[in-house]
Structures are given as C-alpha cells and as structure tokens.
C-alpha cells in the first residue's frame, strides 16, 4: 500500500511542531529574570560589576571552602566533580543534575532557588553567598 | 495384618501427629534461627498448628477407639502404677497410649495450644497482623512474646521427654513404637483378648468441625471489620514530603516522640551537620505535621520501639536503642555501600518504610553492589 501523497503537509507540519518543542530553548524567561535580578543586586553591592562569569562560576563550584560546615567542604561533596552527572546527598538521595544542558528546568523557580543558596552557602562556606557568586554559578551551570 | 496384630492408631490420628511434627519443627526453625523476614512463614506454620488442634480435639471426640481422649484419660492410680512398672522395668502393657504417655500427650497439646495463643497476641500486639491485630495492644502483644518463648522453651523440654519416653516404653516393651505411629499396628500381647474397639464417627467429627468453622468463620469475620491501629494510614503531609523530600525519604512522623520533632523543627539550621532552614511558615505547617502525628499517637511497632530515644541523640531515629540493638549484625560497609548509601535510607531494605509499619515480612536485603556500580 503507497501512503497517500496527500498526508505529507501534515506530517510536515507534525514534525515542525516536535522539533520546535524539542529545541534547546537558550531563552529561558524565567531564568533569565533570576540572572537579572541578581546583576541589580551585583551592581548595587559594587559599582564597577561588569557581568557574571562561567569561570569564577566553576572555580566556586570546586574550591574546597574553609568556614561551611565539616561535612561539606565543597559544592562537588554532593554535586560530584561533574554538574551533568546526578549527584548524592548525604543520606545517599538522589540529585539531579545542576548543568542546564543536563537538566533545562534548572535556576527557573526564584524561590528555590533562594532557598538553596541559603541552605548551601551556609553549609559550605559557613556564610550567605554574594549576589555577584550566585550568579557567577548559575552562569557556569549554563555554559555546562 | 499378621493375626496377632491391630489397628490402634487410625490414619488421621497418625497424620496429626506426624503434621504436628513438622509444623513444630518449621515454628522452632523459624522462631529461633531465621531472619525477621521469615515471619511470614512462622506465622503460617502457627495458624497450622491452630487448625491441627482443633481438629485432633474433635476427632478425639469422634475418632476410633484409641483417638478418643477418653480412652487415654487414665486415672491418678492407673498412672502411678504405670510409672512403678517404668521403674521395675516392667511396665503394663497398654493397647493404646499408656498412662505416662497420655499424660504428656494432654500435657503436649496444652502447651503447643497455649502457645499458639500466645503467638497470635505477639503478632496481633507487636506487629498488628492477624484475628487478633484490632484487639491487642502492642504491651501486650510484647508481654505476650516472653511468655510465647517461656512456653516454646517448656515444650523443647517436653518433646525430648516424650521421645525419651517412647524410646524406653519401646525398649522395655519389645515394640517400635514410632514404627507403631507410622502404620497404626501394635502387636497383640499373647492371651490377650483381641479388642472389639469402638469404630470411627467421620461423618459426626466433619459436622462438628463445620459447626466451628461456621462459628470461628463468623468471630473472624466480625473482628476483622475492626479498625486496626495502622499509621500506613496517615495521609503524607505534602509540603513535609516536597521539603524534606529533597535530600532524604520523608520519614514517617511515627517514628519520633513529639520532642524530638519540636527539637529537630526548631533547629533546621544545624540539621545533622547541614544547613536545611526552611521559611518560618513552612518550618511551621511541617512541625505542626509531625507532633500531631509522632510516635505517642500510634501503637505500631516501630512507634513504639522508637518512642524510646538515645539521651545523647534524642533526634536521630538511627540512635535509638532499639533501632541500634536490631541492626547491630549488620556491618557499617554495608549500609555505606550502593544501593542503601545510608543507614537514613530506611526503603532501601524495609520496602514499607514510607507506611511506617515497617512489617518484618517487607524487609528485603538488596544485593551488594561492588564499588564501581551506581
């Protein structure tokens, strides 16, 4: 049997609609009002703010911190070295991962966000982070 | 049959006994030697037992001569001369059980009954399983396991006399008597008269066993509608288990008294070694959660075990004494290791963990993963 001609403008169609809805959307609104909410902030804290970066992103991510608490030194204690990779808490549960091309829902909710930072900060460095930190690791999660 | 030799024990008689026989064995084997999660099986070989019972009671009522109970209930002088015989090394000859034997045959069957007994309270009490899981309280049911073990103790004590006993009534008797109980044929002494018993009733025996199941049927029945303490029950608090949820399974609220709760709620930013604060609100709604629902409010096992905390750490469930006492076989590489991760991953190995029953039969000791897996 030949599949009638007549079908293919809609499978056509069909497939525009997956692939759009399949595509890495880079824009994502509502991390983006995150990142700018932080850079106000950034830039309030300090007048010559110049914009956040992936690499001081990644070197708070795996520096081993001094001042958190004992049980975790470090983001990578339980993010691992890798952020595409899941991670563990300490009681073994599962983390999803924290690179944005790993785990796109990542960094769009402002009030978890919020709440990990506070949470983990203060578990790792012993301290609340800097705006400018915050969104220096949420842009290196993006680069991810 | 050789001329000199009858028929005394009829073949439910010898199937009673011989099913008592292993379903004792399979009480003891898994009431002494074998992990929790046999209970499962040590529960049903009691409710064997139960049926057995009942049934031997009502075929000594209905049975052949010799399975009648009034056939063995010899009195305090036929015993006593029995027993002088046993010492002269004499003993009188008896068709069907002698006077000592009967004895502890009466003697056997009230403390295997007793012991049943006592075993449906524990199960009913501790573990809210079973006829009895409605009625029984978890003190009792704990009450009642020490006497369950007092009385399985006697009968160890009992089956070894009884075989004894056998072994001397065979050895003075010049006859086998456990090949006796196997094909039901004694031999007939000579010059004595052969024995014109009284046959079997089966057809009375069955309905006296339906009238009971009828009744027991119906008090099961009735019992059953019961409402059964149950803190599987409890509807999961969601902001509990989205909050806490994250970083560990959100543990059921029975198992910590209401203290421990309201101490580990009012210090969420040092929560064993990490930072877990929580909008005050939230911290709130959550506390409220787990105090009106702690340990205090629940008869299950695990509450009631768990109610008692360890006085250094009275917020870590993993601390208590009877958490330590029952997983101390089990060494810490193996709650490090992959897939348990933590001695908190309760789920790992108890698959009701999240019910809070934490039923012996739902423990499952997942395999050993070697370091490298995930």
Known sequence: MRPSIRMLPLAVLAACFILAAAAPGRAEPARDAILA??????????????????????????????????????CTT???????NRGKTRVGKVIEPMAISANPSRFTDAKKVKKWFRRNCRSVLGRVCTPREKGDYITFMMSR | MSEREV??????????????????????????YTSEWWM???????????????????????????????????GPRAIVGHLRGL????????LGHNPAGAVMIFALIAVVFAIVVSGLLVLGGEEHQGPLAALVGFNLGAAAKAVHGTLTALLLAMIG??????????????????????????????????PGPRGARPWAAAFALGAFALVAGGALAGISRLPVPDPGTLAVDETYAAECGDCHEPFHPSLLPVASWAGIMAHLDNHFGEDASLESGTARKIAAYLEANASEFWDSEAASRFRVVSADAPWRITATPYWVAKHGGIAAPRFAAPPVSSKANCAACHRDAASGRFDDQNIVLPAVKSAGES
């Open chain 1, 78 to 84: 339980c993010h691992t070295n890798n952020p595409r």
């Open chain 2, 161 to 194: 006399i009884h075989v004894v006993g056998v072994a001397v009534e065979s050895l003075l008797g010049r006859e086998n008597l456990v090949y006796a109980m196997i094909t039901g044929r004694k031999r007939l002494p000579p010059g004595a008269p052969r």
């Open chain 2, 40 to 74: 499962g099986l040590h529960a049903a070989a009691g409710y064997g037992l139960v049926l057995l019972l009942v049934f031997r009671v009502v075929w000594g009522f209905f049975g052949s001569e010799y399975a009648r109970l009034a056939s063995f209930a010899h």
């Open chain 2, 7 to 32: 028929r005394i024990w009829d073949r439910p008689v010898r199937l009673f006994h011989w099913s008592l026989v292993v379903l004792v064995a399979v009480g003891i084997a898994t009431g002494y």
């Open chain 1, 37 to 74: 909410d932080l850079a106000t902030q950034a830039k309030a804290a300090d007048a010559g703010f110049s914009g956040f970066s992936a690499e001081r992103g990644k070197a708070l991510f795996s520096t081993r911190h001094a001042g958190g608490k004992p049980e975790t030194p470090a």
């Open chain 2, 87 to 94: 010492v002269l090394l004499r003993p009188p000859h008896y």
